[in-house]
Nanobody, 120 residues
Framework: QVQLVESGGGLVQPGGSLRLSCAAS????????MGWYRQAPGKQRELVAE???????NYADSVKGRFTISKDNAGYTVYLQMNSLKPEDTAVYYC??????????????WGQGTQVTVSS
């Protein structure tokens, strides 16, 4: 069973930037899809960005042009670069992978989450 550990969250002012990292316990990024979800208080968890094993990407309309998902060459870490942050981006951000069944959109492992707060 793979483990995912997110880091990089914190408090940032509107218009600022943060870079989230997700470290996997195995070299999985070349054989599975990776994604970032977020959940704000009282709201459903929503997909923010995803990157396939073949490096194609997909973004929610609300973050397109501001966020960038990427992964390292070693195949252990996926990143989410967040620019021009808005208060509405405030949420717990979760890293996920579809390693178990390897079907697009069918994520089956999750990290513990990292808090992102955008406030002046």
């Amino acid at each position: 069973q793979v483990q995912l550990v997110e880091s990089g969250g914190g408090l940032v002012q509107p218009g600022g930037s943060l870079r989230l990292s997700c470290a996997a316990s195995a070299r999985i990024l070349s054989i599975s899809d990776m994604g970032w979800y977020r959940q704000a208080p009282g709201k459903q968890r929503e997909l923010v960005a995803e990157i396939s094993s073949g490096d194609s990407t997909n973004y929610a309309d609300s973050v397109k042009g501001r966020f960038t998902i990427s992964k390292d060459n070693a195949g252990y870490t996926v990143y989410l670069q967040m620019n021009s942050l808005k208060p509405e981006d405030t949420a717990v951000y979760y890293c996920t992978t579809n390693l178990k069944i390897r079907i697009a959109g069918r994520y089956d492992y999750w990290g513990q989450g990292t808090q992102v707060t955008v406030s002046s």
